[in-house]
C-alpha cells in the first residue's frame, strides 16, 4: 500500500480540535495533527482560517512533526464580538506564541512558524517576541498587515533563518518576497514557483515545494540535508483545490 496514503491516514486520525487561550485571556481554536518534539505552527492569512491548512498540516505530520493550525482572533473557531480592528491585528502575534508555548507544553522541544500571506507578517511579529521559535516561512509575503510591519519585526527577529516562498505570477508577493530577502540577517532562501497562486494554493501549484519546506524545517538552511518528504513524489495537483473555510475577521462562522 502507497506508504504516503498511509502516512495521511494515521495523522488523521491523530487530528483534532483544541482550545487554547491567547496572553489577554482570548479564547482560541486550532487543528492540531501529528505527534513528536519538532513543533510547527501555521498561520492563515486574512479572511482565511486553520482549515486552510488541512492538508498541508497532514503532510507535515507524516513527515514527523507536531503541526498546530491555529485560528486567529476573529476568524474561524476564534470569533470576536466585533470586526477586528488594528488593535487585534498588534496582539495576534501573541495568539501565536501562545499556539508555540501549546506545542511546547506537549514536548515540542522546537518550534518552527509558517505564515500565509498576511499571517506571515504576524508570524514573524511572534517570532521576534518569542526567542524559542527556531526559524520561520512565509508563503506569499505582505510587507504589512493592519499596523504590523514585517521590516521592523525581522529586526528583531535577529539572526535566525528565514524561508520566504512566492508566485513569479504574483506580483504583490514576489515584491515583498524580494523586498524582504535582503533585510534578512540569518539564513535565507528566497524560492519564486511558477504561476500566479498565492497563499496556502502555492502547495498544490508547486509540486516541489513540500519537499523544499520539509527540507528547511529539518535544518537544510544548517547546510545539512535532513531528511525529505516523503510526499515529494506526489503530484500536488491530486489534492484538488483549497478553498477556504474560514470566515473573515469579524464575521460569525
Known amino acids: 500500500m502507497n506508504a504516503f496514503l498511509i502516512a495521511l491516514w494515521t495523522t488523521a486520525a491523530l487530528a483534532g480540535p483544541v482550545k487554547l487561550k ?24 486574512e479572511g482565511k482560517s486553520a482549515a486552510d491548512w488541512q492538508s498541508v498540516a497532514g503532510r507535515l505530520a507524516g513527515n514527523g512533526f507536531h503541526v ?39 514536548g515540542a522541544t522546537e518550534v518552527t512558524l509558517i505564515g500565509a500571506e498576511t499571517g506571515g507578517a504576524v508570524a514573524v511579529a511572534a517570532a521576534a517576541a ?14 504589512t498587515a493592519h499596523g504590523l510591519k514585517i521590516t521592523d519585526a525581522l529586526t528583531a527577529y535577529g539572526k535566525r533563518p528565514l524561508l520566504l516562498v512566492a508566485a513569479s505570477g504574483d506580483t504583490l508577493a514576489s515584491k515583498a518576497a ?16 511558477e504561476g500566479k497562486s498565492s497563499g496556502v494554493s502555492l502547495f498544490v501549484t508547486d509540486p516541489d515545494l513540500d519537499a523544499v ?20 513524489s506526489v503530484k500536488a495537483p491530486e489534492l484538488g483545490p483549497i478553498d477556504t473555510k474560514g470566515s473573515k475577521l469579524g464575521e460569525t462562522p
Do not use: F, Y
Open 22 to 45: 491567547s496572553a489577554d485571556g482570548t479564547a482560541l481554536g486550532a487543528i492540531e495533527s501529528g505527534t513528536g518534539t519538532k513543533g510547527v505552527v501555521l498561520v492563515h492569512g
Open 68 to 106: 498546530l493550525a491555529i485560528d486567529l482572533r476573529g476568524s474561524g473557531t476564534s470569533p470576536l464580538s466585533a470586526a477586528a480592528t488594528d488593535t487585534d491585528w498588534a496582539r495576534m502575534p501573541d495568539d501565536v506564541v501562545a499556539a508555540a508555548a501549546w506545542l511546547r507544553g506537549k
Open 130 to 143: 518569542d526567542p524559542a521559535v527556531v526559524s520561520v516561512t512565509i508563503v506569499s509575503p505582505a510587507v
Open 178 to 193: 524580494g523586498l524582504l530577502e535582503p533585510r534578512a540577517l540569518g539564513p535565507k532562501l528566497l524560492r519564486l514557483s
Open 213 to 232: 519546506v520539509v527540507g528547511w524545517l529539518n535544518g537544510s538552511w544548517k547546510g545539512e540535508e535532513g531528511p525529505r518528504s516523503t510526499a515529494a
